[in-house]
């Protein structure tokens, strides 16, 4: 009884550093307009493009790195060790005075913060075996959604002169220092789970060599990269096709479709669970339903401005948050399905690498699109046919650990 409490005293324990982890990527894009006035050598939003690019590849990049960290030593050093660098540069991010200042920052900030994501779902999958997986997974992803949330209103901390967009990452990063602490002393390594990665190239060769694993990784990149544009440009988009203010763009960009996604990775997790009695591919059914949402979602989306509504803009973001729950929950227990315990936050990484990486392009490209004037149509039109391809790819995944034969 003590070891389900605390498995699920785990979950509770991760889910602040969870919501710090994304509130610091997410408030950026809710302060762009604050942050170009305030540095103007930023000058445009290719270049502002660049700035969210390069946070993601160089989390890209470390992430394998910090995954098999976490999968050969301990994955409670690695998550505790993460939040305090990422927070440290937090607070030095409401620092910067210049366009290639403000560039270092991202790019360290996605180094540390790259550590995170996938120690903390490796160690909930270490103590959520069986029937509670999904929904330890959805619970943590619900975090990352209140973070996205809280970072949206963070437009009006900005506009606020006596605050302002510094103080808002000089105040969260002293949270996360301090957090650090308690997390590191109440945090445990999972006992059942004590074999680890023997070496890099073993670890790589057994991944790369599992055909379930990189279809797992097609399928996770390709709708990330609507995801990604979603968080990071959809403040800014509101704003200009709707002529608001930067505050309730910002909230109107994130609130109501972190909302929905909450409630659908509570929910995603649950029907996930409860499918898995039936048949063992019941985590990839309910991730590829949540995945036709988001393709009817990236429509409506790219639309929404050409009827001038702003409703409808949120409505569409509603149902994108609804299918994003649904996937996002299901994720690391489809990698479950078909890796063993001992490489999965090493698995996990790699999924981030290619990943970000492509949402790095993404919104890199998505900047360039954006100063050429082409249609918001066409542009989430090809997000939505590039996610409708991965709902063939996440069906052809073969599980190997099924739900029964879990401890």
């Known amino acids: 009884m003590f070891a389900r409490h605390y498995a699920w005293f ?5 889910v602040p550093v969870a919501l710090l982890n994304y509130l610091d990527r997410q408030m950026l894009a809710a302060m762009k307009f604050s ?9 445009s939003d290719a270049n502002w493009g660049k700035i969210l690019a390069l946070f993601k590849w160089t989390y890209a990049l470390l992430s394998p790195v910090g995954g098999y960290l976490a ?10 060790g993460s939040l305090l660098v990422w927070s440290a540069i937090t607070w030095a991010t409401g620092q910067v005075t210049t366009f290639d200042q403000l560039l270092l920052t991202r790019a360290v900030m996605g180094i540390s913060e790259a550590f995170y994501i996938p120690a903390a779902l490796a160690l909930i999958a270490d103590y959520h075996q069986g029937e509670t997986r999904s929904r330890a997974v959805g619970m943590h992803q619900m975090g990352i959604y209140i973070g996205v949330i809280i970072g949206g209103f963070s437009g009006y901390a ?15 990063g002293l949270i996360g220092m301090l957090y650090a602490v308690p997390l590191f002393l109440a945090v445990r390594n999972a ?20 055909r379930s694993f990189l279809l797992l990784v097609l399928y996770f990149t390709l709708p990330a990269m609507a995801g990604w544009i979603v ?6 988009i ?28 509570f929910a995603g997790g649950w029907l996930a669970d409860a499918w898995m009695k039936r048949t063992d591919r019941g985590r990839i059914y309910t991730s590829a339903l949540g995945m036709g949402l988001i393709v009817i979602a990236m429509m409506g989306v790219g639309y929404s401005p050409s009827t001038g509504q702003l409703g409808v803009a949120i409505a569409f973001l509603i149902l994108f948050g609804l299918g994003w729950g649904f996937f996002d929950s299901n994720n690391m227990p489809i990698l479950c399905q078909i890796t063993r315990p001992q490489v999965r936050a090493t698995g996990y990484g790699l999924m981030n690498l290619v990943s970000i990486s492509c949402g790095g392009f993404a919104d890199w490209g998505f900047g360039a699109l954006r100063d050429l004037q082409t249609p918001l149509l066409a542009i989430f039109g090809v997000f939505a046919s590039v996610a409708l391809l991965s709902i063939v790819l996440v069906l052809l995944i073969r599980p190997t650990e099924s739900q029964s034969v879990a401890p």
């Open 158 to 172: 900005a506009d606020n002169p006596d605050f302002g967009w510094r103080g808002m990452f000089e105040l969260c």
């Open 238 to 265: 509101l704003k200009t096709e709707f002529g608001i203010g930067q505050g309730k763009a910002g909230v109107s960009a994130t609130l109501y479709w972190m909302v929905a996604a909450i409630i659908a990775a």
């Open 231 to 236: 968080r990071d440009w959809m403040p800014a």
């Open 71 to 80: 999968d050969r030593f301990s994955r409670r050093h690695v998550i505790a």
């Open 10 to 14: 785990v979950v509770a324990l991760l």
């Open 191 to 210: 006992p059942a789970v004590e074999a680890r990665s023997a070496s890099p190239q073993g670890t790589l060769r057994e991944l790369l060599s599992n």
């Open 35 to 43: 942050l170009m006035t305030d540095i103007p050598d930023i000058g």
